[in-house]
């Protein structure tokens, strides 16, 4: 009804414009507002305002008053200025979008504690007529629309979720590399082209060991090829993850200096890219939680320092099962974070190996925690075996439904049942198409091309 009242006067206006100068003040229902929901967790949800302009002039503000029943009130909101307590709460630009131009629009997204929904909304003082969404709308990025950094930009963390730069949840998809020391063969320009265009990948995981011959042999030298691999990944539109790959010993501690070392460094080289995520340790064990923590404490900030908007990843108890490989669980994580914001949580699993017991467990600490699978395989905790079909499905599907990125173990042709290309592939640099993949590699594949 007043979205025809809005498009009435705009005609109005717009014809007086064209005859005489145009000296009527803009009707400020001019402007509407939608509010929708995106996706929800435990006590808590994520919502995107979108103002549009409707009128054929620029309007050069705009504010959005909500309120919400008592009990629900707002923690966060991300393109937008707020201001505000208790049931009432004012959004005015963020600097930047102050302006619309005409029959343009802007949004800004907004984390509210608590399941109430708006019970009202005004943009510049008149009802909004844009409608309630209750129900999520939890988007992934389009296909086709330019690269995966491309469409979404730089990432934030969301509540549980990962979101791009316009507040939308999205699902990372992509391939974790084999330990850089072993398989400098499978990183080339043909095999990072055919992951990105012919597997649709969103992200590589660069794993750069510390022990085994990795890092701590030649730090300079292991630097230089993480950054070359974060270029290669940026020319070609995909999110690099840096996976600082610890493994043993398990204890983080052992590494801090190294990792401070390394991070400084590469933190200070991409600082202006928009698609670098750092992993800060990839599987600590033999380890407490808060061991875990006093490390991820020490090593964020260094990383902060220099690049302030980059999510990091922290590794969990035994092995990044969330604890669950040490007969502990995602509760002492929930209990006692890390004391920085903008972070996620590992979890990793072979199908073959991980089952029932550990999906349930994601699945609840999905509602509390941000998680991304930085790693997995679809054969045993070994890097070996049979594929587990059902299993890694499972994973799969689960994964899908609560939209937690993933990479997968390995991008390579490793002698082994989790290398998704057959022994031989990448010294014949044979990458295109599906004949020199393994039976983990045609099935992953289809799922990140999905
Ligand atoms: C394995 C490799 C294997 C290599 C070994 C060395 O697949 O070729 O010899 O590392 O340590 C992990 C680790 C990852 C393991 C992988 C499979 O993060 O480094 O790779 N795995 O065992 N956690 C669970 C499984």
Redesign the pocket.
């Known amino acids: 009804m007043k979205r025809r009242t809005a498009t009435v006067l705009t005609t109005v206006l717009a014809v007086a414009a064209a005859s005489t100068a145009a000296f009527f003040a803009l009707p400020a229902s001019a402007e509407t507002a939608a509010f929708a929901v995106q996706s929800t967790w435990n006590n808590g949800y994520q919502a995107q305002v979108t103002v549009n302009n409707n009128t054929s002039s620029p309007i050069s503000t705009w504010k959005v008053e909500l309120t919400f029943p008592a009990g629900t009130t707002v923690s966060q909101s991300w393109n937008a200025t707020q201001a505000g307590s208790g049931s009432t709460w004012t959004f005015t630009p963020a600097g930047w979008n102050a302006t619309i131009a005409a029959g343009a629009s802007t949004s800004f997204g907004l984390i509210v504690n608590g399941t109430g929904r708006p019970t009202g909304c005004l943009v510049n003082g008149q009802a909004c007529t844009g409608t309630t969404n209750p129900s999520p709308s939890v988007s992934t990025p389009p296909a086709g629309g330019g690269t995966p950094v491309q469409v979404n930009g730089q990432l934030r963390v969301c509540g549980t979720k990962l979101c791009n730069e316009s507040g939308q949840a999205v699902q990372l998809k992509g391939m974790s590399t ?2 850089l020391q ?1 398989f400098p063969n499978c990183y080339t320009d043909a095999s990072l082209d055919v992951l990105a265009k012919e597997w649709s990948a969103d992200l590589l995981r660069i ?1 750069m ?1 510390v022990q ?1 011959q990795g890092y701590e042999t030649d730090p300079a030298g292991f630097t230089n090829r993480v950054n070359n691999l974060v270029e290669e990944a940026t020319e070609r539109g995909m999110y690099a993850l840096i996976d600082f ?1 610890i ?2 010993p398990g204890d983080p501690a052992y590494n801090l200096e190294r990792a401070k070392t390394f991070f400084a460094q590469v933190s200070a080289r991409h600082a202006n890219k928009k698609n670098v995520i750092y992993e800060i340790a ?2 600590p064990n033999g380890v407490s939680w808060a061991q875990i923590k006093n490390y991820a404490d020490q090593v964020i900030p260094v990383i902060r320092g220099n690049d302030p908007d980059g999510v990091v990843i922290v590794g969990t108890r035994g ?2 099962s969330l604890g669950v490989s040490e007969g502990s669980n995602s509760s002492e994580i929930v209990n006692n974070p890390v004391s920085a914001s903008n972070v996620m949580y590992a979890f ?1 699993y ?1 199908a073959a190996s991980h089952k029932d017991n550990y999906r349930a467990e994601v699945e609840r600490a999905a509602a509390s925690l941000p998680l991304f699978v930085t ?1 997995f ?1 679809t054969v045993t ?4 075996g049979a594929v587990d079909v059902a299993g890694s499905n499972a994973w799969f599907d689960l994964l899908d439904r609560l939209k937690i990125g993933y990479a997968n ?2 991008y390579s042709d ?1 002698s ?1 049942g ?1 290398a998704a290309f057959k022994p031989g592939t990448c010294n014949a640099g044979s990458f295109s198409g599906t004949g020199s993949l393994t039976e983990s590699g045609a099935l992953v594949r289809n799922r990140i091309r999905a």
């Open positions: 084999h330990g072993w794993s060991y085994e790959h493994l043993t990839n599987e092995w990044s990793h072979y790693e395989g905790y070994t890097g070996d173990w390995t490793a082994e989790s």
